[in-house]
């Protein structure tokens, strides 16, 4: 498999700040990461797909100007929320996509808790 | 409309009582079906991949079946420690993108 690594782990922040999110790959380079968003007992719901060199992709309904993502490198992707209000409050996870031979398994990374006061 | 249902939605048993999680598919089609654990708090940890109708797979106490409409997850005397939320998705052809089910949380009891 393929180990991820987030940072922060869990960040409070003021209503109209801005929080940025790491993701990183840790053992292979990834051309593509995926950002979830999942709500308390709720499923996780796909936000984006960011990809190394390139704008990233959007799910429907998810603003592009305040979910900021960011994949410069093979290993690290960011994703910056701007403006936080209260209702981006959330648990942030990331995931990168083992591509190749039979299988295209994504691992996830541990999550970050983002809480806007 | 491509989706993916788990069912039941909470499950509690009794350490060594074994047991079936269900997650139903409807897909344009299907590259691969993935079950997850997921602990409080962290990120879906990966258990299996199934590609094709009678495709199985196990990993101590669990064993994932796979037919062209659902999915099975059953547990085999589990003990306290597998309790978690198991989730399935489904990878559709032609896209990276998974779905995600709702999820399934399970308590086993000492």
């Known amino acids: 498999g393929a180990v991820v690594s987030q940072h922060p782990s869990r960040v409070i922040c003021k209503s109209g700040t801005s929080v940025k999110i790491e993701c990183r790959s840790l053992d292979f380079q990834a051309t593509t990461m995926f950002w979830y968003r999942q709500f308390p007992k709720q499923s996780l719901m796909l936000m984006a797909t960011s990809n190394e060199g390139s704008k990233a992709t959007y799910e429907q309904g998810v603003e592009k100007d305040k979910f900021l993502i960011n994949h410069a490198s093979l290993t690290l992707s960011t994703l910056t929320v701007t403006s936080a209000h209260p209702e981006d409050s959330s648990f942030y996870i990331c995931s990168v996509n083992l591509a190749g031979g039979p299988q295209e398994t994504q691992y996830f990374g541990p999550g970050t808790r983002l809480l806007v006061l | 409309e491509d989706q993916v249902t788990q069912s039941p939605e909470a499950l509690r048993l009794q350490e060594g009582e074994s047991s079936s999680l269900n997650c139903s598919y409807t897909?344009?089609?299907?590259?691969?079906l993935f079950w997850y654990r997921q602990d409080p708090g962290k990120g879906p940890e990966f258990l299996f991949t199934?590609?094709?109708a009678g495709e199985e797979k196990e990993k101590e106490r669990l064993k994932a079946t796979l037919t062209k409409k659902e999915s099975f997850l059953h547990i085999t005397a589990p003990k306290p420690e597998d309790s978690a939320t198991y989730l399935c998705a489904v990878q559709v052809s032609g896209t990276y993108k998974y779905i995600f089910g709702t999820g399934t949380r399970l308590k086993v009891l000492a």
């Open positions: 897909v344009s089609g299907l590259r691969g």
């Open positions: 199934l590609y094709s």
